[in-house]
């Protein structure tokens, strides 16, 4: 069932979304006609918060807007004395980008982001979680995510907590935040591996045991986004291996120079120390 602190946070964010959200079909119309107008900061700005409240909260619908978002970002470029002060919308949108991984949709915006907003809290942490998931240090991705869920966390002496902030840190105490960065890195492991360690897998994906692998595995098919009509990419879990799904991606081919029995630990070697290579 629901508890109540999240039933809360659900109500909560289902008012603040119908305050003053305009609807997606609204904000297309803008990007159509007035992309460059400074004038639609407002609207783009309650969208982003509206696409927040959407994670933090099952009650909301709001479908998450890249083209929207970049736009108000380059708009703040143009005009940043309307951007406001400490950069609270700039971290909400990247943390809807960072929600995207594997796509680089953090890295498209990140560097149109002024340097004094993205080396301050909490974008720092939202790039440093960035830079970890595509790194593939999954297990040091989820301390440095949580971080994110503390309102407090990277507050200067005497400042006050944001209500952008608060949000940020509902979304993020919220189960649809990890669930869609979990079914990511399932689809990760499952194109590199047949079969992987359990307690690897457990420290990737932030799970206790073999039984929350199982429980989630029905969230991550071979059809995007999931559901019915696709086949678990989770074949099983036994003993102390996580087998995957078969594919082209994770499965040895005749006539291919495919090395049998390459340890999990092996390919998370060879991926760490090419990401150490592309940041000399």
Not at 212 to 228: A, M, P, Q
Request: proline share 4%; net charge negative.
């Amino acid at each position: 069932g629901v508890s109540s602190r999240e039933r809360k946070r659900n109500l909560k964010a289902w008012s603040l979304h119908t305050m003053s959200s305009p609807s997606h079909s609204e904000i297309q119309a803008l990007l159509g006609g007035s992309s460059h107008d400074p004038s639609i900061i407002p609207k783009l700005e309650a969208y982003v918060r509206s696409q927040v409240s959407a994670v933090a909260s099952t009650l909301v619908d709001c479908p998450y807007s890249f083209d929207a978002n970049r736009t108000l970002v380059k708009l703040y470029t143009f005009y940043p004395n309307l951007a406001g002060e400490g950069g609270s919308i700039l971290s909400l949108v990247s943390f809807l980008s960072l929600l995207r991984f594997p796509d680089t949709d953090l890295m498209a915006l990140n560097c149109m982001i002024p340097e004094h907003v993205s080396h301050s809290e909490p974008v720092a942490t939202i790039v440093r979680c960035a830079e970890l998931l595509e790194g593939c240090s999954f297990a040091d991705f989820w301390p440095e995510f949580r971080k994110l869920g503390i309102p407090e966390y990277g507050l200067e002496d005497g400042g006050t907590v944001s209500d952008d902030r608060r949000m940020l840190a509902d979304a993020i105490n919220g189960v649809s935040a990890s669930n869609a960065i979990r079914t990511n890195i399932v689809r990760i492991l499952a194109r590199t591996y047949r079969k992987a360690p359990l307690g690897a897998v457990l420290g990737a994906l932030d799970m206790k045991d073999g039984e929350s692998v199982l429980s989630f595995r029905s969230k991550v098919t071979s059809c995007d986004g999931g559901g019915e009509g696709g086949t678990p990419l989770v074949e099983s879990v036994d003993g102390e291996y996580v087998t995957f799904a078969s594919s082209v991606d994770n499965t040895k081919r005749a006539g291919s120079a495919f090395k049998d029995n390459v340890s999990y630990d092996q390919v998370a070697g060879m991926m760490a120390k090419s990401t150490a290579l592309r940041g000399q």
